[in-house]
Each structure stands twice: as C-alpha cells, then as structure tokens.
C-alpha cells in the first residue's frame, strides 16, 4: 500500500511540473483582490506568425510598452508585485533567495521562452525581460535586428553599451523606458538580432 502511494505521489510531482511549464503558454491568473495588484499570468501571444517576424511585432511590443507590460505576460512594471508570479509559477530558477533589489529568471524551455524579473526591496517588479525562444529563431524577440527596429521606430535618441551588449532605449511614455538588446559586435557578415526587450520603471527601483 505504501509502495501504491509512493508511486501516485510521484506522478503528482510530475504533473505539477507540466503544468507549470504550460502556463507560459496558455495559463491566466486570477486576479488578487486588491485594487492595486495586478495578476501577472502568462497568456497565448495572438500574434500571427508573420507579424512576429516584422514591424508589426515591433510595434506591438511598443505599444505595449507605454503600460509598462512586455508580449507574454500581464505583469505592469512598476505595480505588480513578484509575489504574484511566484503564486502563479513557482519558484523561480534564478535569484528567488535573493533579498533588496535583485533580478529572478525563469526559463521555460521547449520553445516556450524565458522571462526575467528586476525586483526592488519592497518586493515590486520594476523591470520586465522576455527573452523570446531559442527553437525558432524565424519568429518572436530573437527574430528581430537592430535595423529592423530602426527601420520600425526610428534611431533612438539613447544608445548604451553594458559589457559585450549593445542597447537602442526608447521612451514610449513618461514612466516607462523600452529597451533592445542586443550583441555590440557580431561576426563579419552576420546580422545583429535582438537577444531580449526589456521595459523598466525606473521611478520604481528604489
């Protein structure tokens, strides 16, 4: 009978662990009751896969950036609290030991994508990373190059360069900063795409 247990436990285990993974791509959380906490679900990108690969995703991903939010994810930048993913996803691979102002990670895989989380001391989210997926590179963030996103929004009025990254920063409203990064030097006839987006309230990393 024990033996019988074991096992039922186990493949509890392992359910719950698929099911995790599956919300990046088709869960919704319910929302906390609080006015100002706002439920930070993963939901299906509608996108077609044409507009992933051009303009269209780029200014999507721009206009979702004026509310302080990134394809993927219902989290506001600068209002949702970590608390709500962790409630929703778990723990995450990265930085959930972490205390003050840190950033958590957590990477789906199987083409599902990887999002990051910059975190302040009250517990607040206050910057947004999605990473897009590395299975297909055709489609989502990694399909997308600095000169296509020139072309889209136009040359930023801010480039930054952070170690071997290269960073086009845009201002799609007052609280919110959107940013490209990406490679500071590819190899000779290579493009430069688009490694992750990120957008930061910076009046919320305190």
Do not use: C
Not at 36 to 50: L, N, Q, R, W
Request: net charge positive; proline share 3%; no cysteine.
């Amino acid at each position: 009978m024990l033996k019988k247990n074991t096992k039922t436990n186990s493949s509890l285990k392992i359910g719950s662990k698929l099911a995790l993974a599956g919300l990046i791509a088709v869960g919704s959380m319910a929302a906390i009751a609080h006015s100002d906490v706002h439920a930070a679900a993963a939901k299906p990108d509608t996108s077609s896969i044409k507009a992933q690969q051009g303009s269209t995703y780029i200014k999507t991903i721009y206009a979702l950036a004026k509310e302080g939010k990134i394809p993927g994810l219902n989290a506001i930048a600068g209002k949702t609290p970590i608390s709500a993913v962790h409630y929703k996803w778990g723990d995450p691979e990265v930085g959930g030991d972490l205390k003050g102002n840190h950033y958590e990670m957590y990477n789906f895989g199987m083409g599902k994508g990887a999002y990051g989380f910059g975190v302040n001391k009250s517990g607040v989210i206050y910057d947004l990373r999605n990473f897009g997926q590395s299975v297909d590179q055709t489609v989502g963030i990694k399909s997308l190059t600095f000169e296509s996103v020139i072309k889209t929004l136009g040359m930023p009025k801010e480039v930054r360069f952070t170690g071997t990254d290269k960073i086009y920063v845009y201002h799609p409203s007052t609280k919110y900063e959107l940013k490209f990064v990406g490679p500071s030097k590819v190899v000779k006839g290579k493009v430069a795409h688009i490694d992750h987006v990120n957008v930061y309230a910076g009046k919320a990393n305190l």
